[in-house]
């Protein structure tokens, strides 16, 4: 259940809430409301960014704790989303090549935590998650993320693909979780990187896989055929930085 603090219930609050620049996720709008308050909230919905859902009353009602949603309902983010020049910056401060963990349909806000975790342990300058179909920076994400999400870049895109095609500009490679791909160990996983994961259920879209450089597969042996999206995540962030250290003792540039 979503922490209550993030749901915003009621025509007022939700007006309040975007006057005072809460970042909302999503606008849920009973169908068939068209009077004057509720279509200035669509239009600030739209203004900010966030998702108008138009639904049911009885799905309204079943969401609603107060009783008094007066057609609306909106999720607020937990935290702030960044920009996506603010994630590049923070690894050219650092003087370090990109490295970005790009999430295509998270759905479960569990694992969408522990990857933002995995992501800021691997190192990660930070985590790039689309607008759609996917789950965003809700309570229980922040608090699946351990305190990761204070330090860890989270940026919200329209188009995944899109994304991809303008980061690849920058001279950011990516890799794509995929069962059919080649062997983790025998890629070069080094250099201004992207590690895609896909959805829990599909993986990662066909879209957004032919916008990638190259397919990851990480080498199992038991009977079953796929791991948790946040355990594949954790898997091969921690190759890259295996990879990254390795190259880096090569070159001499550290020791050990």
Same mark, same amino acid.
């Given at each position: 259940?979503?922490?209550?603090?993030?749901?915003?219930?009621?025509?007022?609050?939700?007006?309040?809430?975007?006057? #005072?620049?809460?970042? /909302?996720?999503?606008?849920?709008?009973?169908? !068939? +409301? %068209?009077?004057?308050?509720?279509? $200035?909230?669509? @239009?600030?919905?739209?203004?900010?960014?966030?998702?108008?859902?138009?639904?049911?009353?009885?799905?309204?009602?079943?969401?609603?704790?107060?009783?008094?949603?007066?057609?609306?309902?909106?999720?607020?983010?937990?935290?702030?989303?960044?920009?996506?020049?603010?994630?590049?910056?923070?690894?050219?401060?650092?003087?370090?090549?990109?490295?970005?963990?790009?999430?295509?349909?998270?759905?479960?806000?569990?694992?969408?935590?522990?990857?933002?975790?995995?992501?800021?342990?691997?190192? #990660?300058?930070?985590? /790039?998650?689309?607008?759609?179909?996917?789950? !965003? +920076? %809700?309570?229980?994400?922040?608090? $699946?993320?351990? @305190?990761?999400?204070?330090?860890?870049?989270?940026?919200?895109?329209?188009?995944?693909?899109?994304?991809?095609?303008?980061?690849?500009?920058?001279?950011?490679?990516?890799?794509?979780?995929?069962?059919?791909?080649?062997?983790?160990?025998?890629?070069?996983?080094?250099?201004?990187?992207?590690?895609?994961?896909?959805?829990?259920?599909?993986?990662?879209?066909?879209?957004?896989?032919?916008?990638?450089?190259?397919?990851?597969?990480?080498?199992?042996?038991?009977?079953?055929?796929?791991?948790?999206?946040?355990?594949?995540?954790?898997?091969?962030?921690?190759?890259?930085?295996?990879?990254?250290?390795?190259?880096?003792?090569?070159?001499?540039?550290?020791?050990?």
């Amino acid at each position: 259940m979503e922490d209550r603090e993030y749901i915003i219930e009621g025509r007022n609050p939700i007006r309040e809430a975007f006057r #005072a620049g809460k970042t /909302i996720d999503r606008l849920y709008v009973q169908e !068939g +409301l %068209t009077d004057g308050p509720v279509l $200035a909230l669509i @239009g600030q919905a739209k203004k900010k960014d966030a998702i108008v859902d138009y639904v049911a009353r009885e799905r309204l009602d079943q969401m609603s704790e107060t009783g008094r949603h007066q057609g609306v309902i909106a999720h607020a983010a937990a935290y702030e989303y960044a920009e996506l020049e603010e994630i590049l910056r923070k690894a050219r401060d650092k003087g370090e090549d990109p490295f970005l963990f790009v999430l295509d349909g998270i759905e479960d806000p569990h694992n969408l935590g522990a990857i933002i975790r995995s992501a800021n342990l691997c190192g #990660a300058h930070g985590v /790039i998650i689309p607008k759609r179909r996917a789950v !965003g +920076l %809700t309570a229980i994400v922040a608090k $699946a993320s351990a @305190g990761a999400l204070n330090y860890t870049p989270v940026a919200k895109v329209n188009n995944l693909s899109q994304t991809i095609e303008s980061l690849k500009k920058e001279g950011i490679w990516f890799a794509a979780a995929d069962m059919q791909g080649e062997l983790m160990y025998d890629l070069n996983l080094t250099g201004p990187i992207g590690l895609v994961i896909g959805n829990e259920g599909e993986g990662v879209s066909r879209l957004v896989k032919e916008k990638c450089d190259f397919n990851a597969k990480i080498p199992m042996t038991g009977e079953i055929d796929s791991l948790n999206a946040s355990v594949a995540a954790g898997v091969l962030g921690y190759e890259i930085v295996r990879q990254r250290l390795f190259a880096k003792r090569k070159a001499g540039k550290i020791s050990g």
